[in-house]
């Protein structure tokens, strides 16, 4: 059996985290009010962004791609700021528009940031990772999770 590449693993987590977030936004319309899979997602989100600052881009930075790499970390500190807003929402038990708009919002800025990772950054992940990096990342994504009180680089809250 062929072991997938990383590119490959990644974007499957970005489908993952979407689907999350769909589902609960979903659910708002029909009356719902399970958060536990948009607290699933986002959890999965900030462990994304994890493995992504810490494992990817510092290879990336040094193989050349220093401002697709300041582009990612600047949308990473918006992404992880609108989740630091949708936590706040959900604690205040906001009405059902407010969260679907919210989730919304996250889902876009999760497409426009994608749609530039997927073919620019994972394809170069794939690329210039030594087997060393590419395997602690593969450890990482069967079985790592994010430190205790880790933010994103360009987070404000």
Aim: aromatic residues 6%.
């Amino acid at each position: 059996m062929k072991t997938p590449l990383l590119s490959t693993l990644l974007e499957r987590e970005h489908e993952e985290i979407d689907g999350g977030i769909e589902e609960y936004a979903d659910g708002l319309s029909s009356g719902g009010t399970d958060s536990a899979p948009l607290l699933r997602a986002m959890a999965a989100l900030r462990r994304h962004i994890y493995l992504e600052e810490e494992f990817i881009f510092p290879t990336l930075r040094t193989a050349g791609l220093m401002m697709p790499v300041f582009v990612m970390l600047r949308e990473h500190g918006e992404i992880w700021d609108a989740m630091a807003s949708l936590d706040v929402q959900l604690a205040a038990d906001a009405d059902s528009q407010t969260m679907d708009d919210a989730c919304r919002d996250l889902l876009t800025r999760l497409d426009a940031h994608n749609s530039k990772e997927e073919p620019i950054i994972y394809p170069r992940a794939d690329a210039d990772l030594t087997d060393e990096a590419t395997s602690r990342l593969r450890d990482f994504l069967d079985v790592g999770a994010m430190p205790e009180g880790w933010r994103c680089e360009k987070a404000t809250r």
